[in-house]
Protein backbone atom coordinates (compact mmCIF):
# COMPACT_ATOMS: atom_id res chain seq x y z
CA UNK A 1 0.00 0.00 0.00
CA UNK A 2 1.07 3.56 -1.17
CA UNK A 3 2.23 5.72 1.87
CA UNK A 4 0.17 8.91 2.13
CA UNK A 5 1.62 12.04 1.66
CA UNK A 6 2.21 14.50 4.70
CA UNK A 7 3.02 17.84 5.02
CA UNK A 8 2.09 20.54 7.70
CA UNK A 9 1.31 24.09 6.53
CA UNK A 10 2.47 26.81 8.27
CA UNK A 11 -1.00 29.12 8.10
CA UNK A 12 -2.42 32.36 8.98
CA UNK A 13 -5.97 33.72 8.40
CA UNK A 14 -4.90 35.04 4.82
CA UNK A 15 -5.27 34.58 1.37
CA UNK A 16 -2.28 33.11 0.85
CA UNK A 17 -3.03 30.54 3.63
CA UNK A 18 -6.05 29.30 2.01
CA UNK A 19 -4.58 28.80 -1.31
CA UNK A 20 -1.66 26.99 -0.06
CA UNK A 21 -3.57 24.56 1.78
CA UNK A 22 -6.19 24.25 -1.47
CA UNK A 23 -2.98 23.56 -3.23
CA UNK A 24 -1.73 21.18 -1.11
CA UNK A 25 -4.59 19.38 -0.82
CA UNK A 26 -5.19 19.32 -4.78
CA UNK A 27 -1.74 17.66 -5.08
CA UNK A 28 -2.84 14.33 -2.78
CA UNK A 29 -1.78 15.51 0.57
CA UNK A 30 -2.74 14.68 3.99
CA UNK A 31 -2.57 18.42 5.52
CA UNK A 32 -2.32 19.46 9.10
CA UNK A 33 -2.68 23.27 9.43
CA UNK A 34 -0.48 24.74 12.46
CA UNK A 35 -1.33 27.95 13.38
CA UNK A 36 1.99 29.77 15.47
CA UNK A 37 0.79 31.58 18.04
CA UNK A 38 3.47 34.11 19.90
CA UNK A 39 1.59 36.82 21.45
CA UNK A 40 1.33 39.49 18.73
CA UNK A 41 -1.26 42.09 18.59
CA UNK A 42 -3.45 40.64 15.72
CA UNK A 43 -3.54 36.77 16.24
CA UNK A 44 -6.87 36.61 17.94
CA UNK A 45 -8.70 37.67 15.67
CA UNK A 46 -6.66 35.67 12.48
CA UNK A 47 -7.00 33.13 14.65
CA UNK A 48 -11.19 33.39 14.38
CA UNK A 49 -11.01 33.64 10.92
CA UNK A 50 -8.30 30.67 9.96
CA UNK A 51 -11.21 28.52 12.43
CA UNK A 52 -13.90 30.27 10.29
CA UNK A 53 -12.04 29.21 6.80
CA UNK A 54 -11.24 25.60 8.14
CA UNK A 55 -14.78 24.73 9.41
CA UNK A 56 -16.29 26.35 6.01
CA UNK A 57 -13.65 24.16 3.81
CA UNK A 58 -14.63 21.18 5.63
CA UNK A 59 -17.97 21.47 5.04
CA UNK A 60 -17.15 22.64 1.17
CA UNK A 61 -14.80 19.40 0.18
CA UNK A 62 -15.97 16.81 3.46
CA UNK A 63 -13.98 14.25 1.48
CA UNK A 64 -10.91 16.43 1.64
CA UNK A 65 -8.24 15.54 3.33
CA UNK A 66 -7.41 18.54 5.54
CA UNK A 67 -6.80 18.13 9.51
CA UNK A 68 -8.02 19.97 12.77
CA UNK A 69 -5.85 23.08 13.02
CA UNK A 70 -3.28 22.75 15.43
CA UNK A 71 -2.05 25.92 17.28
CA UNK A 72 1.17 26.40 18.97
CA UNK A 73 2.05 28.85 21.50
CA UNK A 74 5.91 30.35 21.79
CA UNK A 75 6.13 33.59 23.22
CA UNK A 76 8.12 36.43 21.38
CA UNK A 77 7.91 39.09 24.33
CA UNK A 78 11.13 38.91 25.32
CA UNK A 79 12.93 38.83 21.99
CA UNK A 80 10.43 41.88 20.61
CA UNK A 81 9.44 43.66 23.61
CA UNK A 82 8.84 46.98 22.98
CA UNK A 83 7.80 46.35 19.30
CA UNK A 84 4.95 47.51 17.59
CA UNK A 85 4.02 44.14 16.65
CA UNK A 86 3.69 43.88 20.85
CA UNK A 87 2.68 46.96 21.75
CA UNK A 88 0.33 48.52 18.68
CA UNK A 89 1.93 51.55 18.53
CA UNK A 90 3.51 53.14 15.75
CA UNK A 91 2.16 50.29 13.40
CA UNK A 92 3.21 50.63 9.65
CA UNK A 93 1.02 52.20 8.23
CA UNK A 94 -0.88 52.22 4.39
CA UNK A 95 1.67 53.67 2.82
CA UNK A 96 4.60 52.17 4.31
CA UNK A 97 6.87 49.77 2.31
CA UNK A 98 6.89 46.23 3.05
CA UNK A 99 10.28 46.23 4.62
CA UNK A 100 8.97 48.02 7.28
CA UNK A 101 6.57 44.76 8.68
CA UNK A 102 9.68 43.04 8.94
CA UNK A 103 9.36 40.97 12.34
CA UNK A 104 13.32 39.59 13.03
CA UNK A 105 13.46 35.78 12.67
CA UNK A 106 10.07 35.10 12.07
CA UNK A 107 10.54 32.15 9.51
CA UNK A 108 13.10 30.63 11.81
CA UNK A 109 10.85 30.78 14.37
CA UNK A 110 8.00 29.70 12.50
CA UNK A 111 9.76 26.72 10.39
CA UNK A 112 11.82 25.31 13.20
CA UNK A 113 8.51 25.22 15.63
CA UNK A 114 6.64 23.16 12.84
CA UNK A 115 10.03 21.06 12.52
CA UNK A 116 9.48 20.04 16.13
CA UNK A 117 5.99 19.18 15.66
CA UNK A 118 6.63 17.49 12.46
CA UNK A 119 9.16 15.37 13.85
CA UNK A 120 7.10 14.28 16.76
CA UNK A 121 4.20 13.40 14.24
CA UNK A 122 6.97 11.11 11.68
CA UNK A 123 5.69 14.60 8.83
CA UNK A 124 8.66 15.25 6.87
CA UNK A 125 7.13 18.13 5.05
CA UNK A 126 6.21 21.61 6.09
CA UNK A 127 4.92 24.05 3.55
CA UNK A 128 4.59 27.92 3.42
CA UNK A 129 2.63 30.32 1.79
CA UNK A 130 6.12 32.55 0.75
CA UNK A 131 5.72 34.73 -2.28
CA UNK A 132 7.55 35.39 -5.19
CA UNK A 133 9.27 39.57 -4.11
CA UNK A 134 9.25 38.64 -0.39
CA UNK A 135 12.07 41.27 0.57
CA UNK A 136 13.03 39.41 3.53
CA UNK A 137 16.50 37.72 4.35
CA UNK A 138 14.75 34.59 5.84
CA UNK A 139 12.63 34.16 2.38
CA UNK A 140 14.92 33.00 0.09
CA UNK A 141 15.59 29.56 -1.48
CA UNK A 142 18.95 29.82 -0.25
CA UNK A 143 17.52 30.05 3.31
CA UNK A 144 15.06 27.83 3.14
CA UNK A 145 17.76 24.85 1.99
CA UNK A 146 20.30 25.88 4.31
CA UNK A 147 17.44 26.11 7.24
CA UNK A 148 16.17 22.75 5.47
CA UNK A 149 19.20 20.91 6.43
CA UNK A 150 19.79 22.05 9.49
CA UNK A 151 16.68 21.07 11.34
CA UNK A 152 16.93 17.51 9.40
CA UNK A 153 20.70 16.98 11.08
CA UNK A 154 19.13 18.75 14.49
CA UNK A 155 16.04 16.38 15.44
CA UNK A 156 17.33 13.66 13.04
CA UNK A 157 14.65 13.45 10.77
CA UNK A 158 14.56 14.15 7.16
CA UNK A 159 12.53 17.60 7.21
CA UNK A 160 12.00 19.34 3.58
CA UNK A 161 10.47 22.82 3.38
CA UNK A 162 8.20 23.26 0.67
CA UNK A 163 7.22 26.68 -1.25
CA UNK A 164 5.19 26.28 -4.10
CA UNK A 165 4.18 29.81 -4.19
CA UNK A 166 7.88 31.11 -4.55
CA UNK A 167 7.76 32.39 -8.52
CA UNK A 168 4.00 33.67 -8.01
CA UNK A 169 2.89 37.33 -6.88
CA UNK A 170 0.06 37.77 -4.70
CA UNK A 171 -2.74 37.89 -7.05
CA UNK A 172 -1.50 34.74 -8.92
CA UNK A 173 -1.44 33.15 -6.31
CA UNK A 174 -4.72 34.81 -5.19
CA UNK A 175 -6.80 32.89 -7.80
CA UNK A 176 -5.92 29.48 -6.44
CA UNK A 177 -7.92 30.21 -3.55
CA UNK A 178 -11.26 28.10 -3.51
CA UNK A 179 -14.40 31.08 -3.73
CA UNK A 180 -15.68 30.94 -0.74
CA UNK A 181 -12.49 31.37 1.04
CA UNK A 182 -12.43 35.38 0.02
CA UNK A 183 -15.46 35.73 2.68
CA UNK A 184 -12.46 34.63 5.47
CA UNK A 185 -9.77 36.14 4.52
CA UNK A 186 -8.19 38.57 6.92
CA UNK A 187 -5.20 40.35 7.08
CA UNK A 188 -4.34 43.29 9.61
CA UNK A 189 -1.70 44.23 11.21
CA UNK A 190 -3.73 46.35 13.96
CA UNK A 191 -6.88 44.98 13.92
CA UNK A 192 -9.99 46.23 16.19
CA UNK A 193 -11.73 43.32 17.52
CA UNK A 194 -12.30 40.84 14.30
CA UNK A 195 -12.55 43.69 12.18
CA UNK A 196 -9.70 44.98 9.88
CA UNK A 197 -8.04 48.86 11.15
CA UNK A 198 -8.19 49.80 7.08
CA UNK A 199 -5.00 52.13 7.67
CA UNK A 200 -1.98 49.85 7.81
CA UNK A 201 0.33 48.01 5.12
CA UNK A 202 -1.57 44.32 4.89
CA UNK A 203 -4.97 46.52 4.84
CA UNK A 204 -3.54 48.32 1.81
CA UNK A 205 -2.74 44.63 0.28
CA UNK A 206 -6.22 43.68 1.18
CA UNK A 207 -7.70 46.69 -0.83
CA UNK A 208 -5.79 45.40 -3.78
CA UNK A 209 -5.57 41.80 -4.02
CA UNK A 210 -8.27 40.75 -2.07
CA UNK A 211 -11.39 43.30 -1.84
CA UNK A 212 -11.93 43.27 -5.92
CA UNK A 213 -12.18 39.26 -5.78
CA UNK A 214 -14.56 39.48 -3.05
CA UNK A 215 -16.78 42.07 -4.98
CA UNK A 216 -16.62 40.47 -8.35
CA UNK A 217 -17.70 37.32 -6.66
CA UNK A 218 -20.61 39.23 -4.77
Not at 77 to 103: C, E, F, I
Request: glycine share 6%.
Amino acid sequence: MKKEKQVIALTSSGLDSASLMHYLIQKNYVVSPVYVRQGLIWERAELYWLGKYVKAYKKEFPEARLQALSVVDIQSASLYRNHWSLTGKRVPGYHAPDPDVYLPGRNILLISTAAVLAAKRSIHEIALGTLRGNPFPDATPHFFRLLENTLSTGLACKIRIRTPFLTRDKREVSLCAPTFALHYAFSCLAPRGRKACGACNKCREFLSSVLPRRIAHA
